[in-house]
Structure formats: C-alpha cells, structure tokens
C-alpha cells in the first residue's frame, strides 16, 4: 500500500478519527474533574557558619557547609523531623506517610534548602512546609558540634511558605490536551492498522494484476438507484448511467478482433450487483440500437423477474424442458430493442441444465434472431454455473463490488475461468467512491449531456402500459410469435416511455451480423 492510500484512507475515516479525539479529549477531562486536587507551598532557608574571621576560615567554613546540605536534605524527611512536625499540627498521618508528601531539593552549588509539602488543603500545605523547616534547625542545631546557645551551623528561614490559591494538579487544560492527543493518534493508528489487514477490494489497484484483469468501468455507488429500475431509465443523463454507456463502449473496443455477441455478467460472491450491471450494460446496447437479449440464467436464485416486475413463472427453464419457444416467454422491456427471458420455476437440477444440449440450442436459437445475449448468472465461487456458460459464450463479465468482496475471493474466482480455458472479458467496480470515480463521471455527464442533439420528433410511444412509479407491476407481457412483426417484432409495451431514441448519441455498436 503506498503513501497516497493512506492519505486517502485518513480522508475516508476522518469522521472516525475525530470521533476518537473527541472522546479522548473527554476523557482527559473527565479525568481532571475526578482527581481531587493538590496543593502546593514552599519555604526556602539558607545554610550558614556560625564562626570564623578570616577569608581562610570563612572558604574553608562554606566548603564544609556545602557538604553538610545534602546530608541535611536527606535528613528533612526522616522521622526524627517530622514527628515534632505531626505533633505541632495535630495531623492524623504516620511519619512515613507525611514523608512521602515532603520534598527537600537543594539548588546545585548553593547553601540553599527548599522544602516543598503538597496537601488536599492550602492551608496544611503551608502550615507543613514551615513546620518542616523549623523541625529541621531544631534537628541540625542538636546534631551539630556547639550548643544550642551558640551554633556552628545555623538554618535560617528566608523565605515562608505562602498559601497557593489555585491546586497545581490536576491540570485540566493540559490534560484535555493530551487526551484530545492521545485521541487522535489512537484514532490514525487504529484507521492505519485497519487499511493494512483490511482486504476487501476498494479501487482499482486492489484488483488483480493480470493481462484479462482489464477494468471496463467504474459503476460509483447510488444511494438512492431503485433496484427495479435501470439507471438508463430512471436517470438516463446522470453520471451513473454514463458510466454504464462507458462499460458498453469498452467492451465494444476489447472486443474489436473477436466480435462478442454473447456474454454471462457474473461475480465472486453474492451481493455485488452482478444483475443490477447486466440490466444496465443490457439497456446501453439497446439504447444504441442493437437487438438485445436479457436471460436471467441465475437458477438458484433468479431476481430480474422482481426487479423488472415480470412474471416469473414462465422462462429459462420452460424452454430448456422443451415445454414453450423463445418467442412465448420473451418479454419487450425497457429501451426498444431489448427482450427479457426471467429464470422460471426453479429446477431440482440446475447444473445439469445449464451444462446441456438444450442450453447450446437455446443459445443458438438467440443468438440467430437477436445482435447480443446477455446472461446474468450466479456467482462464481459458491456455484459452477457461470463458468459453464462462460464457455458456451463469448466470454465472462466479471462485476466486483467495492467493499463487498475481498481480493482473495476475485484471484480465486479469476483462476476458475483460468482452470476450464474459460474468456475474462474484462471487470466492472460496482459501488466506486467517489473520490475514484466521480469526477471522470461528472465531467463525461456533461460533455455528453452538451453534445447529444435535440430532437424534435417527440418521445416515442412506450412500448408497455405504464404501470405506477411507486410499484413495478409484476405480471407476464408476452404475446404470441403471431403478434411480431417479421422476423423480430415488437409487442406491446409495459414500460414508461423514456426519452427519445436520437437522443441517445451515436449509432448502434459495432456487433457481428445476425446470422
């Protein structure tokens, strides 16, 4: 993973990291107000000799006493100085326990002694730090050579400790700070941490590399798409159906040598908007004029018949038990052009139907009559389905769903093609991010937005009764192969009028003639 991976997984996760400072800030916070706080006072005194004149006397006199303030700093916090001081304040605590709140520091190559106390209450804190000095003398002024009435040493207070007015601890700013701080660096390394070991498949660099691995399109993510519904019909000028008429143009240059009539949409794992993709890439070739067949070849678990409205008993299957012709279960969908066979009644033994004769022979059968076959087909990985028909056909169209699927479930699924010599016609990201795809899809929208002439024949007429915007309306829209008109006829419609036929730009795709 490279730097500008993990600048734009920061980008991603802000609101996460955020959340996270903002919580450890809090915590900081809420920390500082349940501490209890601290005072703190001190009293400074000063170390001096008592006796000699000269100069001699006096240097060698400060030598001596600079040795002796260490030793009398250490002395500070031992019992024999701070019993009397327990005594004097009438404290409840041990000698031990008042030590551990008593500091005796002295600056280096000074005669100084400063004794700190902390305590709960200002007015102990100060009361101890001057007891302790006092206690101190006392101790030094026995210990020392000379007598109480004349000293050689001599601890002389100069400077008392005051009152503090405000506890030195906690410090709720600073606390605040170096949560909000922690916060944010736990927050950055958790979402490092998560892009490392996360596998799901994102962009495009998280896709295999390899020669077949070529990326047709980026699909970026819709909200608010009604399933049921292409993009082409619902928003045919809105980034996301553009994306589609890319996919389409794509696989009309990738497939420029070996002209691709028929071709299975598939996916690795379930849930990747493999059957949205097919009635989508299904709606661009016909919108550019070619005949186009939709067959949900998905056996186990069909869905173009819900999401399309249609009935859903009468398909596929029908026709592979030799029970009904193309022609009776076909229905007029959508864009003019574009015919849809639903799966049917569901089979005890959908495998065995999809790697048969019958099968071959419908596929030849579409194939004779319509410009282009698109298959939509279960995923590769739990079921074989899609790589059978992958050999019946041109090649496999492989969607992969942005956050849905992991790079180790595409390699796999991929190598399947790779086992049985099987045709990767290239991959479409469904539910690209913006920040990867939503520029491109802006700029093409309107650039071709500008450049599609006006038409001034009308809409044309829908080819379905219209049915309720807030519902589809389930139910069969066949006619019988007497309604058709020649060789491929048109019934009559059950879908909304879209907008009008020049004015989708350009001529139809480049496909091999009907044979």
Known sequence: MELMDFVTMLRRRWLVITIVAVVGAATGFGVARSTQPLYRSTTSSFVSLTQGSSVAELVQGTTYTQNLVQSFTGLATMPAVLDPVIEDLDLTLSARSLAR??????????????????????????????????????QVTEITPGSAEEPIVRLTVVAPAARPSVPFTPNTKRMVVLGGVGGLAVGVLGVLALSL??????????????PDAVVLGLVPRDRDARRWRPALVTEPDGHVAESYRRVQTN???????????????SSSVAGEGRSTVAINLASALAEKGARVLLVDADLRSPSLSEHMGLDPHDGLTTILVGATELQDVSHAWGPEGLDVVVAGELPPNPAQLIDSSAMQAFLDEALASYDAVVLDAPPLLPFTDAAVLARHTDGLLMVVGATRVRRTQ?????????????????????????????TWHRATAARVARSRPTSSAGPRPSRRAARPDTQPAPGPATTSAAGRTG??????????????ADSRGGGGPELAPVT
Do not use: W, Y
């Open 410 to 438: 595409v390699a796999t699924a991929m190598s399947m093609l790779d086992t049985i010599d099987a045709t990767c016609l290239g991959i479409v990201l469904n539910g690209a991010t913006v920040l990867e795809s939503g």
């Open 197 to 210: 070991f996360d596998t799901r498949v994102r962009r495009t660099s998280d896709l295999p590399q390899r």
């Open 251 to 265: 696989l009309q240059f990738i497939s420029a040598a070996n002209k691709v009539r028929s071709f299975v949409v």
């Open 487 to 500: 060789g491929h006829g048109r019934r009559a419609a059950t879908v909304d009028s879209r907008t009008p």
């Open 101 to 138: 709140t008593v500091t005796a520091t002295t600056p280096l190559d000074t005669m100084f002694i400063e004794i700190t106390a902390v305590s709960p209450d200002p007015d102990v804190a100060a009361a101890t730090a001057d007891a302790v000095a006092a206690s101190l003398a006392r």
